[in-house]
Protein backbone atom coordinates (compact mmCIF):
# COMPACT_ATOMS: atom_id res chain seq x y z
CA UNK A 1 0.00 0.00 0.00
CA UNK A 2 1.51 3.39 -0.69
CA UNK A 3 2.06 5.36 2.42
CA UNK A 4 0.71 8.56 0.98
CA UNK A 5 -2.79 7.14 0.05
CA UNK A 6 -5.95 8.46 1.45
CA UNK A 7 -7.46 5.80 2.60
CA UNK A 8 -4.57 4.56 4.87
CA UNK A 9 -4.89 5.44 8.19
CA UNK A 10 -2.69 4.68 11.28
CA UNK A 11 -4.94 2.30 14.34
CA UNK A 12 -1.89 1.48 16.52
CA UNK A 13 -3.55 3.93 19.24
CA UNK A 14 -7.20 2.57 18.63
CA UNK A 15 -5.95 -1.11 19.21
CA UNK A 16 -4.27 -0.21 22.26
CA UNK A 17 -7.75 1.48 23.63
CA UNK A 18 -10.38 -1.22 22.70
CA UNK A 19 -14.09 0.44 23.09
CA UNK A 20 -12.74 3.41 21.76
CA UNK A 21 -14.56 4.95 18.73
CA UNK A 22 -12.62 6.96 16.07
CA UNK A 23 -14.34 8.92 13.05
CA UNK A 24 -12.91 9.28 9.90
CA UNK A 25 -13.54 10.86 6.40
CA UNK A 26 -12.03 9.94 3.16
CA UNK A 27 -12.28 11.76 0.11
CA UNK A 28 -10.31 10.61 -3.15
CA UNK A 29 -10.98 9.85 -6.66
CA UNK A 30 -10.75 6.18 -7.11
CA UNK A 31 -10.40 4.57 -10.61
CA UNK A 32 -11.81 1.44 -10.07
CA UNK A 33 -14.77 -0.19 -12.00
CA UNK A 34 -16.85 -3.44 -13.60
CA UNK A 35 -17.50 -4.02 -16.94
CA UNK A 36 -20.79 -1.79 -17.46
CA UNK A 37 -19.89 0.28 -14.35
CA UNK A 38 -17.07 2.81 -13.91
CA UNK A 39 -16.04 5.51 -11.11
CA UNK A 40 -15.56 8.80 -12.80
CA UNK A 41 -13.31 11.47 -10.48
CA UNK A 42 -15.55 14.03 -10.17
CA UNK A 43 -17.05 14.49 -7.45
CA UNK A 44 -14.35 12.21 -5.79
CA UNK A 45 -15.53 9.39 -3.77
CA UNK A 46 -16.38 10.68 -0.29
CA UNK A 47 -16.65 7.77 3.03
CA UNK A 48 -17.85 9.14 6.50
CA UNK A 49 -16.34 6.25 8.49
CA UNK A 50 -16.35 5.13 12.09
CA UNK A 51 -13.63 2.90 12.97
CA UNK A 52 -14.21 0.89 16.39
CA UNK A 53 -11.56 -0.71 18.03
CA UNK A 54 -12.99 -4.39 19.22
CA UNK A 55 -10.98 -7.39 20.94
CA UNK A 56 -9.11 -8.85 17.99
CA UNK A 57 -9.28 -6.29 16.02
CA UNK A 58 -11.52 -3.09 14.11
CA UNK A 59 -14.42 -2.77 12.98
CA UNK A 60 -15.39 -0.18 9.96
CA UNK A 61 -19.08 1.27 9.80
CA UNK A 62 -19.93 4.38 7.78
CA UNK A 63 -21.58 5.23 4.61
CA UNK A 64 -20.02 5.88 0.93
CA UNK A 65 -20.57 8.24 -1.77
CA UNK A 66 -19.03 7.64 -5.19
CA UNK A 67 -20.72 8.71 -8.67
CA UNK A 68 -20.81 6.25 -11.54
CA UNK A 69 -20.88 5.91 -14.71
CA UNK A 70 -22.82 2.83 -16.22
CA UNK A 71 -23.86 1.53 -19.14
CA UNK A 72 -27.40 0.02 -19.77
CA UNK A 73 -27.45 -3.40 -20.91
CA UNK A 74 -30.75 -2.58 -22.78
CA UNK A 75 -29.77 0.63 -25.12
CA UNK A 76 -25.95 1.23 -24.27
CA UNK A 77 -26.57 4.46 -22.64
CA UNK A 78 -24.65 6.04 -19.98
CA UNK A 79 -25.94 6.82 -17.03
CA UNK A 80 -23.89 9.23 -14.20
CA UNK A 81 -25.52 8.32 -10.83
CA UNK A 82 -24.19 8.43 -7.45
CA UNK A 83 -23.92 5.57 -6.10
CA UNK A 84 -24.54 5.16 -2.07
CA UNK A 85 -22.80 1.83 0.26
CA UNK A 86 -23.24 1.13 4.09
CA UNK A 87 -20.03 -0.60 5.28
CA UNK A 88 -19.86 -2.88 7.80
CA UNK A 89 -16.73 -4.62 7.77
CA UNK A 90 -13.73 -6.19 10.31
CA UNK A 91 -10.15 -5.75 9.86
CA UNK A 92 -7.75 -8.37 12.09
CA UNK A 93 -4.32 -8.04 12.82
CA UNK A 94 -2.52 -10.82 10.22
CA UNK A 95 0.26 -11.48 13.11
CA UNK A 96 -2.57 -12.50 15.99
CA UNK A 97 -0.91 -16.09 16.23
CA UNK A 98 -4.02 -17.43 13.77
CA UNK A 99 -3.50 -17.90 9.67
CA UNK A 100 -7.20 -17.82 9.43
CA UNK A 101 -8.27 -13.98 9.51
CA UNK A 102 -11.48 -15.67 8.00
CA UNK A 103 -14.01 -12.87 6.47
CA UNK A 104 -12.06 -10.20 7.91
CA UNK A 105 -9.78 -7.92 6.02
CA UNK A 106 -5.41 -8.20 6.98
CA UNK A 107 -4.46 -5.49 9.18
CA UNK A 108 -0.64 -5.23 8.58
CA UNK A 109 0.87 -3.49 11.27
CA UNK A 110 -0.76 -0.40 13.56
CA UNK A 111 -1.99 0.99 9.22
CA UNK A 112 -5.11 0.44 7.89
CA UNK A 113 -5.85 0.31 4.25
CA UNK A 114 -9.08 1.02 4.02
CA UNK A 115 -8.99 0.89 0.24
CA UNK A 116 -9.52 -2.31 -0.47
CA UNK A 117 -12.30 -3.00 2.09
CA UNK A 118 -14.12 0.34 0.82
CA UNK A 119 -13.60 -1.00 -3.21
CA UNK A 120 -15.02 -4.36 -3.05
CA UNK A 121 -18.35 -3.01 -0.90
CA UNK A 122 -18.86 -0.23 -3.79
CA UNK A 123 -18.25 -3.06 -6.43
CA UNK A 124 -20.46 -5.71 -5.33
CA UNK A 125 -23.25 -3.43 -3.92
CA UNK A 126 -24.00 -2.45 -7.93
CA UNK A 127 -26.27 -4.68 -9.48
CA UNK A 128 -25.83 -7.31 -11.76
CA UNK A 129 -26.94 -5.59 -14.48
CA UNK A 130 -27.09 -1.80 -15.31
CA UNK A 131 -30.97 -0.54 -16.62
CA UNK A 132 -32.09 2.79 -17.40
CA UNK A 133 -34.60 4.02 -14.75
CA UNK A 134 -37.25 4.38 -15.82
CA UNK A 135 -37.34 1.59 -18.13
CA UNK A 136 -35.47 2.39 -21.39
CA UNK A 137 -37.16 1.31 -24.92
CA UNK A 138 -34.47 -1.54 -25.34
CA UNK A 139 -32.25 -1.47 -28.37
CA UNK A 140 -33.89 -0.58 -31.91
CA UNK A 141 -31.38 -2.22 -34.84
CA UNK A 142 -29.94 0.30 -36.58
CA UNK A 143 -30.92 2.89 -34.09
CA UNK A 144 -29.80 6.63 -34.41
CA UNK A 145 -26.88 7.61 -31.75
CA UNK A 146 -25.70 4.72 -29.88
CA UNK A 147 -22.90 6.77 -27.74
CA UNK A 148 -25.99 9.08 -26.37
CA UNK A 149 -28.81 6.78 -26.87
CA UNK A 150 -30.92 9.79 -27.78
CA UNK A 151 -33.78 9.20 -30.25
CA UNK A 152 -33.69 5.15 -29.14
CA UNK A 153 -37.37 4.09 -29.63
CA UNK A 154 -38.18 6.66 -31.04
CA UNK A 155 -36.51 6.02 -34.35
CA UNK A 156 -38.77 3.44 -35.46
CA UNK A 157 -42.54 5.64 -34.63
CA UNK A 158 -40.49 8.20 -36.49
CA UNK A 159 -39.60 6.37 -39.31
CA UNK A 160 -43.50 4.95 -39.77
CA UNK A 161 -44.58 7.99 -39.64
CA UNK A 162 -42.93 10.20 -42.05
CA UNK A 163 -42.29 7.36 -44.65
CA UNK A 164 -44.43 8.13 -47.95
CA UNK A 165 -47.12 5.31 -48.12
CA UNK A 166 -46.03 2.70 -50.73
CA UNK A 167 -42.87 4.16 -50.94
CA UNK A 168 -39.95 1.50 -50.13
CA UNK A 169 -36.66 3.17 -48.99
CA UNK A 170 -33.66 1.90 -47.68
CA UNK A 171 -34.39 2.11 -44.25
CA UNK A 172 -33.82 -0.74 -42.10
CA UNK A 173 -37.41 -0.52 -40.98
CA UNK A 174 -38.62 -0.63 -44.38
CA UNK A 175 -39.69 -4.50 -43.51
CA UNK A 176 -41.42 -3.91 -40.20
CA UNK A 177 -43.47 -0.73 -41.84
CA UNK A 178 -44.45 -3.08 -44.73
CA UNK A 179 -45.73 -5.72 -42.00
CA UNK A 180 -47.67 -2.50 -40.17
CA UNK A 181 -48.82 -1.72 -43.54
CA UNK A 182 -50.02 -4.63 -44.82
CA UNK A 183 -51.46 -6.11 -41.65
CA UNK A 184 -49.71 -9.39 -42.18
ZN1 LIG B 1 -31.45 1.75 -21.48
Known amino acids: MAATSPFVVPVGELLRHPGQVRPV???????WGVEYSVTIGEPP???????TAVPGGVVIRGSVEVTMRSTCARCLAETDHVHRVEVVELARPTDDGTDDAGD????DGERLDLEPIIRDDVLLALPLLWRCDPPCQGLVPGSIDQASGEGLG??????LNTAAPGRRSDSPFAALRDVFETGD
Open 25 to 31: RVEAPVD
Open 45 to 51: LTAALEL
Open 104 to 107: AYPL
Open 154 to 159: EALQND
